[in-house]
C-alpha cells in the first residue's frame, strides 16, 4: 500500500526543519572558520543524516499508529469503517473488499463490502454543454455486479446547476449498492447529487457502517429499512388505481417501497361477469 498524503506531508515538514536546522550550523561553522576555529564538517553531516533517519522512523511510527487500515491475507481491505478506509488508503481504480467489524448494542459482526472504486485526481466540474438545460451524470460501470460504488475526488468537485450526479443503472435496474462520494478538496454542489429511485434490485438491505466515533459506537445504514406501501385493493370501475408509497426512513434507513399501480375493472368485463351469472342461474 502506498503511503498516505498525510504521512508524505508529516516527513517534508519534518526534512524541512532538519535541513533549516543542518543550513544555520554549516552558517555558524563558516563564521567559526573565519574565527579561526576549526569544526569537522564530516561529524556534521553524520548528525544530519542521523536526524533524518530518525525523523522518518518517527513518522513512519506516528502514520503507524494513526491509520487503521491493513490488508488481509485475502487482499480485503480491513479498515474501521468504509469512509475511513477510502480516505486513509491510496488504492488505484477497480474492485475491492473492504471488510469492517462493525457493532451494534453491543453485538459484533464482521461485513465484507463488495466496493467499485474511481479516482479523480484533479479539479472535476460538471457542467451543462450548449443547449442543454439539465444534465444527468451517471457514474460506475454497466455490470450486472451487486457493489458498492465509490467515487474519490483528490481535489475539488462542482457540480454547476442543472446537473445530476448519480449511479449508473442497467435496463433500468440499480446493482450500486449505495453510492459514496469522497472529495478530499471543497464540494461545490449546485446541482443535485442525488440515489432517488437507485434501491438496489432483487438485494435484501445489509448494515453499512460508514464511520466510526470516538467512543466505538458506529454511524450506519440499517439493514431494515422503511416499510413498504400497502396494497391496492378495489371493485371500483374503469381507469388506473395508483399504488401507494412506502413510509419514509428514519435515522438513516432507506425509504420503504411503494407498490405498483393497477387497472380498475372496466365495465365491459364486469358485464361479462354478469352475463355468465345469468347462464348459469338458468340452468
Not at 459482526?109 to 444534465?135: A, F, H, M, P
Request: glycine share 12%.
Amino acid at each position: 500500500m502506498k503511503r498516505s498524503k498525510k504521512y508524505v506531508k508529516k516527513l517534508k515538514s519534518r526534512i524541512q526543519v532538519s535541513t533549516l536546522c543542518i543550513a544555520t550550523i554549516l552558517m555558524l561553522i563558516a563564521i567559526g572558520k573565519l574565527a579561526g576555529l576549526s569544526v569537522p564538517i564530516d561529524n556534521i553531516k553524520d548528525v544530519a543524516k542521523e536526524r533524518l533517519t530518525a525523523d522518518e522512523s518517527i513518522t513512519q511510527e506516528e502514520e503507524e499508529k494513526t491509520s487503521k487500515v491493513t490488508i488481509a491475507e485475502d487482499g480485503a481491505i480491513v479498515c474501521d469503517s468504509i469512509v475511513q478506509g477510502v480516505i486513509d488508503s491510496e488504492l488505484e481504480n477497480g474492485t475491492y473488499t473492504f471488510r469492517v467489524i462493525g457493532n451494534i448494542n453491543g453485538t459484533n459482526e464482521t461485513k465484507n463490502y463488495k466496493v467499485e472504486l474511481i479516482n479523480y485526481y484533479d479539479d472535476v466540474t460538471y457542467s451543462l454543454t450548449s443547449g442543454q438545460t439539465s444534465r444527468t451524470i451517471s457514474l460506475g460501470d454497466s455490470t450486472t455486479e451487486y457493489k458498492m460504488l465509490v467515487v474519490k475526488y483528490h481535489g475539488n468537485l462542482t457540480v454547476d446547476k442543472g446537473v445530476t450526479l448519480t449511479a449508473t443503472t442497467v435496463n433500468n435496474l440499480t446493482y450500486k449498492k449505495g453510492m459514496y462520494i469522497c472529495a478530499l478538496g471543497n464540494i461545490y454542489n449546485n446541482g443535485n447529487i442525488s440515489m432517488t429511485a437507485r434501491g438496489t434490485y432483487n438485494q435484501a438491505g445489509e448494515n453499512v457502517y460508514l464511520w466510526k466515533n470516538n467512543d466505538s459506537t458506529y454511524e450506519y445504514v440499517p439493514a431494515l429499512g422503511g416499510v413498504g406501501g400497502a396494497a391496492q385493493y378495489t371493485s371500483a370501475r374503469g381507469g388506473i388505481l395508483n399504488g401507494r408509497s412506502g413510509t419514509s426512513g428514519t435515522g438513516r434507513q432507506t425509504g420503504g417501497g411503494g407498490t405498483g399501480g393497477r387497472k380498475k375493472l372496466d365495465e365491459s368485463y364486469n358485464n361479462k361477469r354478469r352475463r355468465k351469472r345469468n347462464i348459469i342461474f338458468r340452468r
